[in-house]
C-alpha cells in the first residue's frame, strides 16, 4: 500500500517561498506519474500544480511555471515542490499524490496534472501566502 505524507506547508508573505516534501512508503512501481495538487479555499475541486513522470519529464499548471519547481529524490523516496514567489493566490491546500500505472492509461506527459488521475494521495499541507 502506498502512503504518502506532505510537510513544510506555513504562512509566508507575498513573494516568498516554501519547499514542501513529501515522503513516500511502499511505492515499487517503475512507470507512474506523482506530483502536486492544491484545493483552493471553498473549491471543491482539486488542481494539478505539477507533476513529474517515471521518465523524468515535468509538467506544470500554467499560473505557477517559472515559480514552482517539481524534484523526486529516489533515494530518499521523497517528492518536493520548491514555490518561489508566492502570490496570495497559491494560498491553498497543498496534496502529494501518485498515479501507479499498471496498464497502459492517459495518464502521462501533461494529463497526469488532471486530479482524476492519482490512485493515491496524501491527507495536505496548507499553505497561505499573504500581502
Known amino acids: 500500500q502506498v502512503q504518502m505524507m506532505e510537510s513544510g506547508g506555513g504562512s509566508v508573505q507575498a513573494g516568498g517561498s516554501l519547499m514542501l516534501s513529501c515522503a513516500i512508503s511502499?511505492?515499487?512501481?517503475?512507470?507512474?506519474?506523482m506530483g502536486w495538487y492544491r484545493q483552493l479555499t471553498g473549491k471543491e475541486e482539486r488542481e494539478g500544480v505539477a507533476?513529474?513522470?517515471?521518465?523524468?519529464?515535468?509538467n506544470y499548471a500554467e499560473s505557477v511555471k517559472d515559480r514552482f519547481t517539481i524534484s523526486l529524490d529516489n533515494a530518499k523516496n521523497t517528492l518536493y515542490l520548491q514555490m518561489n514567489s508566492l502570490k496570495p493566490e497559491d494560498t491553498a491546500m497543498y496534496f502529494c499524490?501518485?498515479?501507479?500505472?499498471?496498464?497502459?492509461?492517459?495518464?502521462?506527459?501533461?494529463?497526469?496534472?488532471?486530479?482524476?488521475?492519482?490512485?493515491?494521495w496524501g491527507k495536505g499541507t496548507l499553505v497561505t501566502s499573504s500581502l
Open positions: 499524490a501518485t498515479h501507479v500505472r499498471a496498464v497502459p492509461t492517459t495518464c502521462s506527459g501533461g494529463y497526469c496534472l488532471s486530479p482524476r488521475c492519482p490512485d493515491y
Open positions: 511502499g511505492h515499487t512501481s517503475s512507470s507512474y506519474c
Open positions: 507533476t513529474i513522470d517515471s521518465d523524468g519529464s515535468t
